[in-house]
């Protein structure tokens, strides 16, 4: 006797409808038919409960749902969220942080490693489908690997990246591997060791060049060698090109924003920094790389290309085609990097409010999304200012 059941499973309108077809073979042909339907029902119902329900747990169901992304009310979609998993950090950037440092949260204020993969479950949920991990730094996080394992468990297909100063970056290269955590975007300010002591404030230069070859040689992630624009990165420019110029990186090179600690003087800008390349060689644009907030080039060198990204949110506003979201540390959504205005989601989620809560203010915060950020000084003609975000240094944002 063979036993044919089907079984169709409907998740609502949200959910496509999903038929499942399984049979089971029970030889009972020499049975009674009275002992054969007793059978079926000792064995083979309980038999179909279990296999219905070890297909649901392994069921992943965000493959079948259909989800509109988050949209702003300027028409963009919201499909990118970024993480700040911790304020903390082993360095001391001048453009970062104060000398003396700054106050870090306390530990109950900082989101546990459950909260961040439910949070990031929530945002999958509603239609981000890129997640950047960001601190301070990251893998100074305790269980960050268990952030992750969390998060590709539930959401398998997301991308997830992470921006590092690249110091611990060896004790994880396996992991992340093995997590398919391809893109990594590596933060490196200066070639010579006395400029990364004098910007960093601590000397780790020797571990971060080690550490981006280890990354390399796994030829396995997408390398990406993050630089803020500073006066002395024009003494370094061919140091950086000579170095990388074999290398299987892009070089991106970032407009440093103004921050309430900084003096903010007239600043080096993108313009400065194209001038500059173009004396060390030719330097063609490359519109088809083009990303959201990065200008591309193929620098042509000593017959090597290298790729080199120019980020320039200061000469050079991309607010029109922003598709990020932030969520800090302390579980308040940013929807504007240099906007005052927060969110809180810790506190309806441990005052137990349910997904809808969440969701409700999520939604609400996208559509007051503003158009674009409002410097209140243009630090690149020599004015003297202070950045609007004053409630929070970059570390506790999450660049």
């Given amino acids: 006797m063979i036993i044919h059941r089907k079984e169709y499973f409907f998740f609502g309108s949200d959910f496509t409808e999903i038929k499942i077809l399984y049979s089971i073979e029970i030889c009972t042909l020499h049975l009674p038919l009275e002992n054969a339907v007793n059978f079926k029902i000792a064995v083979v119902s309980p038999c179909i409960i279990i296999i219905k329900r070890l297909f649901m747990e392994n069921l992943n169901i965000n493959k079948f749902r259909k989800i509109a992304p988050l949209t702003d009310g300027f028409a963009r979609k919201l499909d990118y969220l970024r993480v700040s998993i911790t ?11 104060p000398a003396e440092g700054v106050e870090f949260l306390k530990h109950d204020e900082v ?4 909260e961040f993969i439910y949070f990031i479950d929530i945002f999958a949920n509603l239609g981000v489908r890129k997640v950047r991990f960001t601190g301070g730094e990251p893998l100074l996080r305790k269980g960050f ?39 990594l ?26 550490n981006i070859e280890k990354t390399l040689e796994m030829d396995f992630f997408d390398v990406k060698i993050n630089s803020v624009l500073h006066h002395d990165i024009l003494k370094e420019l061919n140091d950086f090109i000579e170095y990388f110029k074999n290398r299987n990186v892009t070089l991106r ?23 500059a390349l173009e004396k060390i060689g030719r330097i063609e644009r490359n519109n088809k790389e083009d990303t959201r907030v990065a200008v591309m080039y193929d620098l042509i060198y000593r017959n090597n290309k290298i790729k080199i990204g120019i980020i320039p949110p200061m000469t050079h506003c991309f607010c029109s085609q922003c598709n990020r979201l932030r969520l800090t540390c302390d579980g308040f959504l940013r929807t504007c990097l240099h906007s005052d205005t927060e969110y809180d989601l810790k506190t309806p989620y441990r005052m137990d409010m349910g997904d809808e809560a969440v969701e409700k203010i999520i939604k609400q915060a996208v559509l007051e999304k503003p158009k674009k950020h409002n410097f209140e000084c243009d630090i690149y003609s020599g004015n003297v200012c202070s950045s609007i975000t004053k409630n929070r240094t970059m570390s506790k944002i999450g660049g």
Avoid: W
């Fill in 111 to 114: 989101l546990r490693n459950e």
């Fill in 253 to 275: 090179f970032i407009e440093k924003m103004p921050f309430p600690h900084l003096d903010n003087q007239k600043e080096l800008n993108s313009d400065d920094l194209t001038a």
């Fill in 145 to 183: 690997t268990d952030i992750l394992t969390g998060t590709r468990d539930k959401h398998p297909d997301i991308e997830l990246c992470i921006t590092t100063n690249g110091i611990l970056l060896d004790e994880v290269l396996d992991d992340l591997k093995r997590l398919n955590v391809r893109k």
């Fill in 87 to 97: 304020d903390k950090c082993n360095l001391r950037c001048n453009y970062c942080m």
């Fill in 185 to 210: 975007n590596i933060s490196l300010d200066s070639m010579s060791r006395q400029g990364f002591l004098q910007i960093a404030r601590r000397d780790y230069f020797d571990r971060v060049i080690s």
